[in-house]
Structures are given as structure tokens and as C-alpha cells.
């Protein structure tokens, strides 16, 4: 089993049959706008570097972009062991 990107009702996840492989793979596809940290530390650092208001709404936005792809990945694993 492996995820693709779809069309779908979130636009970006989809599980795919894969009789060779059980285990899921590009889960989610980058937006290639924004540069991607290489770790949570690193995006930590660069969330710690705002000031002010700035700081609660990039600390905002970056939670509810983690909340909304753990939402997406938990959704399609429950389907997927629902289907299984």
C-alpha cells in the first residue's frame, strides 16, 4: 500500500494498491514555494527568529499545518486499516 497524489476531497493524499510493497510511501507532496527544514529543530530556530505578533502567527500557522497533515496521514491510515 502506498499514497499518491490525487484530486480528491483534500486535494493531496490517496492510498494505491500495491500488491509488492506494504508500507506507504510520498505520503504527502511538498509545496516547492516554501523551503522545507531538514528537522523540527531547525524549524524551531527559524520560528524562534520572529519577534512579536509576527512570532504568534508563524507559530500559529506552522501548528495548524502540522495538525492538518497529521489529520490527512491519520485519515488515510484508518482507512487504509479499515479497508485491510
Known sequence: MYCKRSHGQHGNVSLVSDKESETMKDTLTPNNLFATPQSIEDLASWLDSFKGEEKMIALT????????????????????????
Open 61 to 84: 500557522a506552522a501548528s495548524m499545518a502540522w495538525n492538518l497533515a497529521s489529520k490527512l496521514v491519520n485519515e488515510q491510515t484508518k482507512e487504509y486499516e479499515d479497508t485491510a
